[in-house]
């Protein structure tokens, strides 16, 4: 038998049955005993730790541990705030790509006449809703909405036959519907108050109404197809009502000049508000067999890139 010095702590090696076995020393026992006890006190002071963040009781299967909640969620902030800003960034991005659709269509209808601009919605009834989408995203900018002097100035009449050219969503109808005959035109029927038409073409008879409307919708290089169309369905002595943007009116004698030309007489001018002019107009006669478009006399209403 092989022997060691014991004041070392150093394990006896002895021979049997089983051969080799080693014999533990109270110096290894007291050792394992130390690490332990270290071990422990390092756990307890990570779970009184967990506790006092509000985590719940850590539970072990198979030798795995499970993770609370709280755990988990500690662990989350980073990966999730990734995500959380990309997210972000897509409904930016999702934005401009609208915004960019939206000044497209805008250009195209102010830049081509009444017609084209009726056949293109046709083919893509959906180019018709994204306008209107980022026509509304800007009305909400607006001061006023010229609409809506509309609507108060014929809640406090007697009943009109009124056609509302270019309505958009034919608010004017859902507003004062119920009071007047509102016939709604506008190049897709956005609902069932609308007739999709052209509006240099609408499906009323000669002399069968009261009042025309124009809310910021002598968008064609043509225009002015629009106003003796407007001309055409007044009776005599019937009522045109413009609201236009001012920045478009290059010459405001000249525009009020090519109107009267269609057989009308301006009544009003309203100037006060700096964005829009209102204008009414009262029908004299019918329209000369001959005339000019006189796309010159409105400028495109283009909106700038934000």
């Not at 943007?245 to 301006?266: H, K, T, Y």
């Amino acid at each position: 038998m092989k022997q060691s010095n014991r004041g070392e702590g150093i394990a006896k090696v002895a021979k049997g049955p089983l051969g080799n076995r080693t014999r533990v020393t109270k110096a290894d026992t007291a050792q394992k005993a130390l690490k332990l006890k270290r071990l422990k006190a390092l756990l307890n002071s990570r779970d009184d730790a967990l506790q006092k963040q509000g985590s719940s009781k850590r539970a072990g299967v198979g030798g795995i541990t499970v993770e609370s909640s709280q755990q988990r969620e500690k662990l989350a902030p980073a990966s999730e705030s990734a995500s959380t800003q990309m997210s972000a960034l897509q409904r930016k991005m999702k934005q401009k790509l609208k915004g960019a659709r939206f000044r497209w269509i805008n250009e195209t209808m102010y830049t081509t006449t009444g017609e084209k601009s009726f056949e293109m919605v046709q083919k893509d009834p959906g180019i018709f809703e994204e306008y209107h989408q980022g026509f509304a995203a800007q009305v909400d900018k607006w001061p006023i909405n010229p609409l809506d002097v509309f609507i108060e100035g014929l809640r406090g009449r007697a009943h009109l036959v009124v056609a509302d050219m270019g309505c958009g969503e034919a608010r004017l109808a859902a507003a004062v519907g119920k009071q007047h005959t509102i016939h709604s035109f506008d190049l897709v029927a956005h609902n069932k108050r609308i007739t999709a038409c052209n509006i240099a073409n609408v499906p009323l008879c000669n002399d069968s109404v009261d009042l025309v409307v124009f809310c910021l919708a002598l968008m064609g290089t043509d225009f002015i197809v629009f106003v003796r169309e407007a001309n055409r369905i007044l009776r005599q002595n019937g009522e045109l009502k413009i609201a236009e943007v001012v920045s478009r009116i290059s010459d405001m004698s000249a525009f009020v000049e090519a109107l009267e030309e269609q057989g009308f007489e301006l009544i009003c001018k309203d100037t006060t508000n700096k964005m829009f002019v209102l204008l009414e107009l009262k029908k004299t006669g019918p329209c000369p067999t001959s005339f000019s478009t006189r796309p010159d006399l409105l400028k495109p209403c283009l909106y700038k890139r934000r």
